[in-house]
């Protein structure tokens, strides 16, 4: 549901009266794998960087239940080559270590206790720490997002 309002919104604010080609990119796509830790668990990410090297504009992205940061890659890889870095987060406890090694009989009902409120608070908790995260590596000299 949020993602087609996601899309328009960056569109509305990509385009600078040019008209939207999905076929046209900015260059090639160079990812990162990357983690950090807050309050006893970690977040590892995937970044995806423009080539521009320059500074651009952040898209967050956040899988579903039993995803990963590497979900959505087209997304992440098709906006990263229209100027944006995409930050692709992996929610610990709703991702996909709750049905990769479980037999398949068992995949649904540990889904379903994956899908609690304790992990919505995770995850919920998870966004604004990796926000502040990536502004403290914004200013790190030498990092790979600094700028």
Known sequence: MWLPVLLCVLLALSGKGEVYDPSVTRGEVKTRLTSFAYQERTVPLK????????????????????????????????????????????????????????????????????????????RARDVPATIDQLEKWSVESGHFLEG
Do not use: C, N
């Open 47 to 122: 970044v995806y960087l423009p080539a521009s090297g320059k500074k651009a504009p952040v898209v967050l992205l956040s899988h579903g239940l039993g995803g990963s940061r590497e979900t959505g890659v087209y997304l992440a890889s098709h906006w990263a080559a229209r100027g944006y870095v995409v930050v692709a987060m992996q929610h610990v406890g709703s991702d996909e270590s709750l049905w990769k090694d479980v037999p398949a009989a068992r995949r649904l009902p540990a889904l379903k206790a994956g899908a609690s409120a304790l992990t919505f608070r995770d």
